[in-house]
C-alpha cells in the first residue's frame, strides 16, 4: 500500500472553514459578539463612578478577587483578557484578510475607473483602525499608566480616569473613539446578524432598531464619563 505523500492529505475541517470566506465572516461574527458583551458590561461598569470614589475604586478591586476561592486573585480577570486578546486577533485578521480578498476579487478595469468599497465598508474599515490604536493608547492609559497624564495611582481607577478627562486631549482622544465605536457597533451588530443566520423579512426591522439602540446606549454610556468630568459633577 503506497504511503499517504504530502499532497494526499485532505485539509482539516477548520482549515476548511477558515479558508472560506463564510468562516471568516463567522469569525468576524462570533468575535464581535464576544466584545459587544464585555463592552456593555464595561460600559454598565464605567457608569459606578457617578455613585464616587469609594464605590469606583471598590469595584475595580472586586473584578479582581471576583471568583474566589475557587479563583486566585486576577485569574477571572485574566481568563476575561485572554478571551479578549483571542478576540480582537481573530476579529482584526479575518477583517484584513477579507478586504484583501475583496481587493484582489475586483476586476483589474475596475481600477481605472476608481471603483471604491461601499461607505459602510469604509467607516468600518477606518473605525476598525481607529478603535484598534483607541485600545492600545486606552490600555497604557488607564491599566499600565504608561502615557497617563500627571500621575498616575495604581489601584485607585477613579482618580486617573479623573485625570484622563482633566486634558483636552483626554476628552477629544476618547470622545472621537466612542463615535467611531457607535458606528461601527451599529453597522457590525446587523451585519454579524445576517452571517449568524438570524435576518428574514420580518426579522430586519426589529435588527436594526436592536444595533440603532444598542450604538446608541454604548456611545451615550461611554461618553457620559467625560462629560461628567468636564462638567464637575465626577471630580
Ligand atoms: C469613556 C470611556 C471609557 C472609560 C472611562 C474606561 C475606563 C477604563 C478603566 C478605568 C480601566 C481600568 C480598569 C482597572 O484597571 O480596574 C479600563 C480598562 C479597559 N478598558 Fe476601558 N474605558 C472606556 C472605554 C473603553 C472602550 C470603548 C473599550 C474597548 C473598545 C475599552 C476597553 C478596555 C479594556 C480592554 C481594558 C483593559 C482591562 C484590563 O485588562 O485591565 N474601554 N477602562
Known amino acids: 500500500m503506497a504511503l499517504a505523500t504530502r499532497t494526499d492529505r485532505r485539509p482539516s475541517l477548520a482549515r476548511t472553514v477558515w479558508d472560506s470566506s463564510l468562516g471568516k465572516k463567522t469569525v468576524m461574527a ?8 464585555y463592552l456593555v458590561v464595561h460600559m454598565i461598569g464605567n457608569l459606578k463612578i457617578f455613585f464616587g470614589a469609594s464605590e469606583f475604586n471598590h469595584y475595580a478591586h472586586w473584578l479582581r478577587v471576583v471568583g474566589e476561592p475557587f479563583m486566585h486573585y486576577e485569574w477571572t480577570l485574566w481568563l476575561v483578557r485572554i478571551v479578549l486578546v483571542v478576540a480582537v486577533i481573530a476579529h482584526a485578521t479575518s477583517a484584513y484578510q477579507l478586504s484583501r480578498r475583496d481587493i484582489k476579487a475586483r476586476p483589474v478595469a475596475y481600477r481605472h475607473k476608481k471603483a471604491r468599497a461601499s461607505y ?52 477629544v482622544i476618547y470622545i472621537v473613539a466612542m463615535l467611531a465605536l457607535g458606528l461601527h457597533v451599529r453597522h457590525g451588530f446587523w451585519s454579524a446578524a445576517q452571517t449568524l443566520g438570524a435576518g428574514g ?31 464637575g459633577v465626577v471630580s
Not at 462570533?30 to 458583551?37: A, F, K, N, P, R
Not at 504608561?146 to 500621575?151: A, D, E, F, N, Q
Not at 423579512?201 to 457620559?224: P, S, Y
Open 30 to 37: 462570533v468575535s464581535g459578539l464576544i466584545m459587544l458583551l
Open 120 to 171: 459602510a465598508t469604509r467607516t468600518m474599515r477606518w473605525g476598525g483602525i481607529i478603535l484598534g490604536l483607541f485600545i492600545v493608547w486606552h490600555i497604557l492609559d488607564l491599566t499600565t499608566g504608561t502615557v497617563h497624564s500627571g500621575g498616575f495611582q495604581p489601584g485607585h481607577p477613579y482618580q486617573n480616569v479623573v485625570g484622563t478627562f482633566s486634558t483636552w486631549y483626554g476628552n
Open 201 to 231: 423579512r420580518t426579522r430586519d426591522r426589529a435588527l436594526k432598531a436592536v444595533a440603532d439602540v444598542l450604538a446608541l446606549l454604548l456611545t451615550l454610556g461611554f461618553i457620559a464619563v467625560p462629560v461628567g468630568v468636564m462638567t
